[in-house]
């Protein structure tokens, strides 16, 4: 469940085009006690609000997240070194980033699982759009998940977060965004094979990376 937030802008041009995607403020670390009413009223001293996607679950309470975007794109980067010491000073410690709306997420060290044992597990979080898969030494496996978008990336990434040891005792799962240092080493493969229906790989000895792709 996810209200928006559009609060009124009186002083918008009528040829005035804003797309959501773009220059994005990430909020995490929401308390479910935090209305969105009381997130705008500190966010808004900056400049005006275009919108703000307030995620919540079936009680209403605040999922821990949100996304915000001012009408002036420019405000962004100040927003960002800014919000920090406003909600402090409130005594709540919302976390301010960057939304590079990215979808990838890396996951790295598991011990616990195979391949195929992890595509399985992978299944019951967020539905991904694809898994891809790079043997960096013998059994030695480096994963990247594609999401549809940003929001099912992002619910993905907090419930991986919260079961990460079931995964191995140094598993961890990060962003994978254009600044990750795993992004031009991990982040396109020519040679990267998409299993067969029964999980097989068509050629195992062409490269070292192959693919599971969701349905």
């Not at 600044?179 to 031009?184: D, G, L, N, T, W």
Request: charged share 30%; aromatic share 14%.
């Amino acid at each position: 469940m996810e209200p928006f937030i559009l609060p009124h802008a009186r002083n918008w041009p009528r040829t005035c085009e804003i797309h959501w995607s773009w220059e994005l403020i990430y909020l995490r670390d929401i308390p479910k006690n935090i209305s969105p009413e009381m997130i705008i009223k500190i966010v808004s001293a900056l400049g005006e609000i275009y919108a703000l996607r307030y995620k919540i679950d079936f009680c209403g309470d605040s999922r821990g997240f949100a996304y915000l975007q001012y009408i002036d794109e420019k405000i962004k980067t100040k927003a960002i070194q800014i919000l920090p010491q406003r909600f402090k000073t409130r005594r709540l410690n919302i976390r301010v980033y960057n939304s590079f709306n990215a979808r990838e997420l890396l996951l790295e060290s598991v011990k616990s699982f195979s391949p195929v044992q992890l595509y399985h597990e992978m299944r019951k979080f967020s539905p991904f759009t694809m898994m891809r898969v790079f043997e960096l030494q013998h059994e030695r496996f480096t994963y990247i998940l594609e999401y549809r978008n940003n929001e099912a990336a992002a619910f993905a990434h907090r419930d991986l977060r919260n079961s990460i040891r079931k995964f191995g005792p140094q598993a961890y799962i990060s962003w994978l965004d254009k600044c990750h240092p795993a992004s031009r080493r991990y982040g396109r493969s020519e040679c990267c094979q998409e299993l067969d229906l029964e999980l097989r790989l068509p050629e195992p000895s062409k490269c070292n990376c192959f693919r599971f792709k969701e349905c």
